[in-house]
Structures are given as C-alpha cells and as structure tokens.
C-alpha cells in the first residue's frame, strides 16, 4: 500500500465521530488490551456460563459429534 492510502486511512481515522468504527479499528490494530468480556452484555455472559456448566455436567454435545452430524446433513459425507 503506498504512503498516500496510508494518509488518507490516517486522514478518515481522525476526522471520524464512529466510536463503533474507532473502536473497531482500535481492536484491530491491537491496541485495545480490555478483555472483550467486560463488554459483554449481562445476559449473554449468563447464557455464555450457562453452556459452560451443561459441558461440565455432560449434557454438551462434542464438536466431533456435531462435525459429523453437519457433515452428514449438508456435505453428504
């Protein structure tokens, strides 16, 4: 990419009020160091451990198990 597009990147970075699109890039870039489950929203991280302690307990279904029900489904393998 040359200097010019860097600039101009550069130059709509600047100019923008998106905090969507700031932080996005910011993610990016790799300049965010906040865990991403901080931003999570209280009801997914409910559901989030909600599946973790089913897993535990043994009332998940593998992801070989479920490859192979996709494979079969779809893929007709």
């Known amino acids: 990419m040359d200097i010019t597009s860097k600039y101009k990147i550069v130059e709509s970075i600047i100019q923008s009020d998106n905090d969507l699109v700031l932080t996005e890039i910011e993610s990016l870039l790799g300049l965010n160091n906040q ?19 089913e ?16 494979n079969k489904l779809f893929l007709n393998k």
């Open 35 to 53: 865990d991403f489950w901080v931003d999570l929203p209280e009801q997914l991280k409910s559901k989030i451990n909600q599946a973790k302690s």
């Open 55 to 70: 897993v535990d307990s043994g009332k998940g279904i593998s992801h070989s198990i479920v490859m192979e029900e996709i």
